[in-house]
Each structure stands twice: as structure tokens, then as C-alpha cells.
């Protein structure tokens, strides 16, 4: 009985690896029929995928053909499109598949619907379509009959807005050495030492203009909407600007720029805190803005935001103090603001308090007097309301809109009075304690900006009710004549800064920084 057990177990064993290799031997039918699927689907999804690539590659073709061939609008010569639109397309040589040609189409953008319509509008075209197509040759799908794919894009280009840059009061930021406060500014404000790198090349800036959208694009940033919000550190800004312009063979300056940004600490400045670029589209990336204004106002910004915006002020700013002996300080309420963008954009004029407590003294002799004083001047905001471009795009004109805001002469702080007191002549007291308050309404004014300036003219234009410290004449003349010897001393001490600083008591001065863009373009399809 055991040995029959025993002989079956045996076999038992014995029969085990046959079953194992029936079992590996079912497996191999299985995997070849699911790498046959796998293959087939890979070999198709490359030739889609190939196919895919040709799309966004006509895609890129139409959008970059279509707006070069918009420089050429608003003609509606068809001839004249295709061959801008063929000269754009041998720029781009590096292209997908078998192209064939572009089809060009003048056209207008419908008014209402804001969609391409082919033909003229009142005989003007202010659209152009260019459709894009490629063949492209499939290397798996002919087991299917198919050999090649197609793939074709369209793309509608059209005159962008125009658009300027351009200032309210801030004509310190774009005088020359000898009247502008910017070199003492930028050494009290920022600790900046321009000794070290000599100002006359700073004011050489003045001369330069930098396409805004380039910097921005230093920076990091594309659009409109992020040049906004975007914070960047001055010495980021510099750099971003000296790279600019060094592209555009500005070596000295870019050379200049790149030192002063070393000095420069860890400053923040909020882009859209002093640059207004309207957000509707990006034609305010097209303008040109003159690299001066550019790092003097966003010094001025960031010296504000950091808390560095009260100056004492001495006779290192050429002020001709030589009548005085004066304590003054200037405090930067709010930086003034450049616009730059199409119709509607803004500029602001720095909000500024000017207070000054100082002696006088005339002929050599002092103590004749002390004059206590404080000149807070409202923001002026300048409003482009028009820009129009010829069609040669070489001339140009803008319309600005100015608004002057209210002027207050008060004592030192904003409060109070301005006094002068006592005035005497060795030792002999000419008058008591003079209290002075004045104060300038807001005005509104329109100017036309031609471009180019007529000749031998500079483009400064003011609007307003002009008020000098002189004016308090018939205050002190009410008092004793005496007091009329002060009245020159103020003009000699305030007028001076508000000046370099760009501020006139009821004047606001509105200057175009760069030359109109007419020919930037956009996609609108």
C-alpha cells in the first residue's frame, strides 16, 4: 500500500512541469498582438503630433506676417501687402512641411463687431488678413492610405493706437547741469555720489530716448497689465536701461548707468506708482521715453515709497542764496507720474511742500529780518486727448489737456501763516510781525504738441493763472514800504526751487518725452 502511494505522488510530480510550460508558452500570442496595438498607436499619434506641429507653426507664421504687412495700411493696394507679406515670410526660414503661398486680403475692421471685412471703409483699409498653409508628410499613416497632412492658420493685423510718452512738471528731470536739482537730489535722496562718475554724463541721458516695451522686457515683463502691477529695485531699472542702450550703441551712458546702479541700495519702486500705461492695449510698450525722465522720476518714486522723501536743501543746488541765510527742506508728498499710451493717458505732476525759515541780509549786513514760510503745491494732471499720424508717419501732433490744481502759501508744515518778522536796519525797527496767505485756483487749459517742433522753438507750453511771491506787494506795500525789500528775496529763494523741481505756482509745464509711435501694430483676429 505504500508503494502504490509512493508510485502515484510520482507521478504526480512528474506531470507538474509539463502543466508550467503550457502555461508559458500561452503568454507569447498575447504580448506580440499588444505590442502590434501599442505600435500602431504610437506610429499614428507621431504623425498627429507632426501634424499639430505644423498648425502652430502657420499659426506663428500667419500672427508675425500679419503684422509686418499692417505697416504697410492703410493702403488697400493688394500687391503692396503680399510683397511686405512675402519679404516677412523669407525673414522666417526655418518652417515646417511644404508651404504654399500666403494669401493676403486687405480689409477693414467692422465698427461694431470689431471682426475682418475684405474691402475698403470710406476707402481706407485699417485691416489686413494673411492665411498660412503646409503640407507635411505622414511616416506611418500610408499603411492606411493616408501619405501627408495639411495645416492652415489665419491671422488679422491692424494699426495699433498711437501712442506718446510725456510729462507734467518734471523739468528738473530733463535740464541741463547747471539749472537742474536732479545731481543733489539723487546725493540726498538715494545716497548716490555722482562726483564719482561726473553728472554732465548723467544729463547726456536727456538726449536719449529707449523704446518702453524693451526695457520691460529686460525686466521680465510682457504686458501692459503686469508693467502695472510689476516692483522691481531701482538698480534693476538702471541695469535694464543701460542693457537697452547699450543695444543701441549708447556705450558711455549704459556704461554710466551700470556704475550708478552699484550704488544704488536696496531701493523698491513700484512701476505703475510713477508710469501710467493704459491697460486697453499695448501700444503704451511702443512709445518712446527719454532714459533722463525715466531713472530721475523712478528715483524720486522710490525715494518716497521708501520713506526718503524730505530734502534739506542748501546753496549745493545753485540756488542764489547769496541774499540769505536759509533753513530749507523740501518734502515730496506724491512723485510725479509719466504717461506713456494712446488717448486718455495720464501725467501727474509731483505733490510737493516747500518750507523755508531763513534770515535776510542785504548789502553784507544781516539779521535785517526772518521770513518763515511754506509753498504746498497741488498735483496738475495733463490729459492726452488726441494723436494724430499722418500717413507718412513722419509727422504727427498731439493734444494735451492740463488741469492745475490749488496753490497754498502758508507757514512751515502747511500751517499757518507766512510771517516776516522783525524788519530792521541797523538796529532801527522798520515793521512788525507781516502775515502773508495767498493761494492759486485750479485752471484748465489745451495745447497741441506738433512733431517735429517747429524750428528754433522749444515745445514748453503752460496754462493757468501765473502767481509770484512779488505779488504780496499790495500786502506789504499796505504795511510800510520797507517791506517791499523782502518781496525780491522770496523770488530769489522759493521761486528758484519750485523751479528746478519743475513747479510753478499755478503753471504746469507738459512735455512730450519721445517721439509719437504711429507704427506699431497689433493682431485684432
Known sequence: MTGRWARLALRGDDRRPSRRRDERGSILPLTILTMTILLGFTAFAADLGLQRV????????????????????????ATTLTTAANASLARQNRRIGRTSPLVVTPGHLDTTTKTFVAGA????????????????????????????????????????????CFSAG????????????????????????????????????????????????????????????????????????????????STAQATLLNTLSGQVGALN?????????????????????????????????????????????????????????????????????IACGGVGAQARTAQVRLDVRTGVSVLGIAGIGNISLGVQVGKGTATLTSVTCASSGVQASTTVRGDTSLATLSGPG??????????????????????????????????????????????????????????????TNSVLDGINKLTGTLDLLVQPLLKMLGIQLGIMEVRMLGTPSCSATRLAG
Open 54 to 77: 505644423a498648425v502652430r507653426d502657420m499659426q506663428s507664421v500667419a500672427d508675425v506676417v500679419a503684422l509686418d504687412a499692417a505697416r504697410k495700411l492703410p493702403t488697400c493696394d
Open 121 to 164: 471703409a470710406n476707402g481706407v483699409c485699417d485691416a489686413v488678413k494673411v492665411e498660412s498653409s503646409t503640407t507635411v508628410d505622414f511616416a506611418f499613416a500610408p499603411v492606411i492610405g493616408r501619405s501627408s497632412g495639411s495645416a492652415a492658420r489665419s491671422a488679422v493685423g491692424a494699426r495699433a493706437q498711437p501712442a506718446v
Open 170 to 249: 518734471t523739468k528738473s528731470l530733463v535740464l541741463n547741469s547747471s539749472q537742474s536739482a536732479l545731481s543733489p537730489l539723487l546725493d540726498r535722496i538715494l545716497r548716490v555720489n555722482l562726483g564719482l562718475v561726473g553728472y554732465s554724463g548723467l544729463v547726456d541721458l536727456k538726449t536719449l530716448s529707449v523704446r518702453l516695451g524693451d526695457v520691460a522686457a529686460e525686466l521680465g515683463i510682457g504686458t501692459t497689465q503686469q508693467l502695472a502691477t510689476a516692483t522691481v529695485t531701482l538698480r534693476q531699472l538702471m541695469v535694464a536701461t543701460a542693457t537697452v542702450l547699450q543695444r543701441q550703441g
Open 269 to 337: 519702486v513700484n512701476l505703475g506708482r510713477f508710469l501710467s500705461v493704459g491697460t486697453g492695449g499695448e501700444s503704451g510698450l511702443d512709445a518712446q521715453l527719454n532714459a533722463l525722465d525715466l531713472i530721475g522720476t523712478a528715483a524720486v518714486s522710490a525715494a518716497v515709497a521708501n520713506g526718503k522723501n524730505a530734502v534739506a536743501i542748501g546753496t549745493d543746488l545753485g540756488v542764489p542764496l547769496d541774499l540769505v541765510t536759509a533753513n530749507t527742506q523740501l518734502t515730496i508728498i506724491e512723485p510725479p507720474v
Open 414 to 475: 502747511g500751517t499757518g501763516s507766512a510771517t516776516v518778522t522783525p524788519l530792521s536796519l541797523l538796529g532801527i525797527p522798520l515793521a512788525g510781525v507781516v502775515r502773508i496767505t495767498g493761494t492759486v485756483g485750479a485752471k484748465s487749459t489745451t495745447q497741441q504738441f506738433p512733431y517735429p517742433p517747429a524750428p528754433d522753438l522749444t515745445q514748453i507750453y503752460g496754462g493757468g493763472e501765473r502767481i509770484i511771491l512779488s505779488s504780496v506787494d499790495s500786502t
